[in-house]
């Protein structure tokens, strides 16, 4: 199978040759292409002597901007998206290349609970996994993994959707549930990042970001399952607060009929968020 690989790097001189050959020396047929995210160091140079085509970004985008680039430029149907900073195996590429000839549209590179990159950061995946579960309704192993095989063309349908920052693959899975394509995972064991490359995520300002995610994709993929709880509680509210009231002053309040029509008024949102997200999706 001839594939494309793609690997975002941004300052990753340190660690992007290896990867580069190591790619090469399982899959010695493959386009690789390396977007450099401007990247400040030898980045470009580094990944261009190990055998990479290089696409330069003119300043940094991010993670999922420079994913975004390397889909488009790739030249092959199928397309392995993984990380430049040593941590995720090459040949750990055989086996979701496999699967996905299975008849899978997307095959992603399910982390264990040790390949997490700390306690916290465990905790927010797993947080993720069982939302995203509960929102398409199939078990999600690990929403947040940048190792992936996808068909290109597949992919290109929701490139608009995309994020440009470390979020895109919690998008790009919703987007293939929800479109009803198969999407498989295949257990992968993840690698330390090699010594002296850095992460680019920060803890406070990229959690935050996928708290709104999470939200985003909520209203974005299946929002009546989001606004239909909401809308129960405050209608539960409601109920509640009238009874109260009822049984102590003999009377309906205006906050009882407050949550009641906010109770209705959710729902509406819900019903009419459903109907717009069916015809984004009506020829998917």
């Known amino acids: 199978m001839t594939i494309s690989v793609v690997l975002p790097a941004k300052n990753e001189a340190i660690a992007i040759g290896d990867t580069v050959a190591g790619v090469r ?15 400040t160091d ?6 261009e002597a190990a055998g990479a085509k290089v696409l330069n970004q003119p300043y940094s985008k991010g993670n999922g901007a420079a994913i975004k ?3 488009r430029a790739a030249s092959n149907d199928i397309v392995v998206c993984m990380d430049a900073d040593g941590q ?37 995946n797993g947080l993720y996994n069982k939302f995203a579960s509960w929102m398409v309704g ?13 068909r290109r063309e597949k992919f290109l349908e929701f490139i608009s959707l995309l994020p440009n920052k470390f979020s895109y693959p919690t998008t790009i899975t919703m987007s293939f549930f929800r479109a009803g394509y198969s999407v498989g995972y295949v257990p992968i064991n993840v690698l ?28 974005l993929f299946s929002p009546l399952k989001l606004f239909f709880p909401i809308s129960m509680a405050l209608g539960g509210g409601g109920v509640a607060y009238y009874a109260y009231t009822y049984f102590t002053d003999g009377r309906f309040t205006n906050m ?9 008024l959710v729902f509406l949102m819900g019903l009419v968020s459903e109907q717009v997200t069916a015809l984004l999706y009506k020829d998917k």
């Open 192 to 219: 330390k990042r090699a010594e002296g490359s850095k992460s680019h995520i920060n803890l406070w300002k990229d959690g935050v970001r996928f708290l709104l995610i999470i939200f985003k994709i909520g209203t």
């Open 138 to 150: 199939h078990k999600v192993e690990d929403l947040t993994s940048g190792f992936r095989a996808v």
């Open 42 to 47: 030898d980045t470009a140079a580094v990944a």
């Open 88 to 124: 995720h195996r090459p040949e750990d590429i055989a086996p979701l290349l496999e699967k996905l000839e299975s008849g899978y549209d997307m095959v992603v590179g399910a982390r264990s609970r040790e390949g997490q990159a700390g306690v916290h950061r465990s905790l927010a």
């Open 69 to 71: 680039a390397g889909l």
């Open 25 to 39: 020396r399982y899959y010695p047929a493959a386009e690789i292409l390396v977007v450099n995210d401007g990247s």
């Open 256 to 264: 009882g009929a407050l949550l009641f029509t906010t109770s209705i």
